[in-house]
């Protein structure tokens, strides 16, 4: 369970757009259907553009935002992690 409306609105809805500016979780799942987390994918790699991007968003832990990323980018498709 999460404190934040918007997580809870795409944990109940995977089409809500609801995101909070302030949340680390919302820009994972914002992060989850970028472009830049789409071509990551793709390549199976962590491309430049998508480690600077994490980066800016999570600094040293980029690691664990590309983890909730990951996280999202299943629940968004309806995948049971």
């Not at 820009?27 to 991007?53: C, G, M, N, Q």
């Not at 590309?66 to 309806?78: N, Q």
Request: with cysteine.
């Amino acid at each position: 369970m999460t404190d934040c409306p918007g997580c809870f609105a795409a944990e109940q809805n995977r089409l809500s757009g609801l995101i909070y500016a302030d949340c680390l979780s919302c820009a994972a799942r914002s992060l989850a259907k970028s472009h830049a987390y789409f071509d990551a994918v793709r390549s199976e790699t962590i491309t430049p553009a998508y480690r600077d991007v994490l980066q800016l968003i999570f600094g040293e832990q980029w690691r664990d935002g590309h983890a909730a990323a990951k996280a999202w980018s299943a629940k968004l498709a309806g995948v049971k992690a």
